[in-house]
């Protein structure tokens, strides 16, 4: 193993977060491209989801976790 480590120029650059103005104005260009149903159904390329094969327990942790009830102790 190398003692250096390589820095290589070719990484991309990590840009600064925008601003709440800069992120408002690129989430409304956004939205005027999507169709307004496509925030509630999924797209009709996707195939349609599997059945859940939780267990029995993972199924009740699960209930017990949406309905925020806490854990037994």
Known sequence: MPL????H???PYI?????PTERAAAESLI???LEPSSTSTPHPSL???LPSNLSP???TE???ISSSTPPPL
């Open 47 to 49: 195939p349609p989801l």
């Open 4 to 7: 250096i480590n390589e820095i």
């Open 15 to 19: 840009d600064a977060e925008p601003t």
């Open 57 to 59: 327990a993972l199924t």
């Open 31 to 33: 939205a005027t491209y």
């Open 9 to 11: 120029e070719s990484l």
């Open 62 to 64: 699960h209930n017990r």
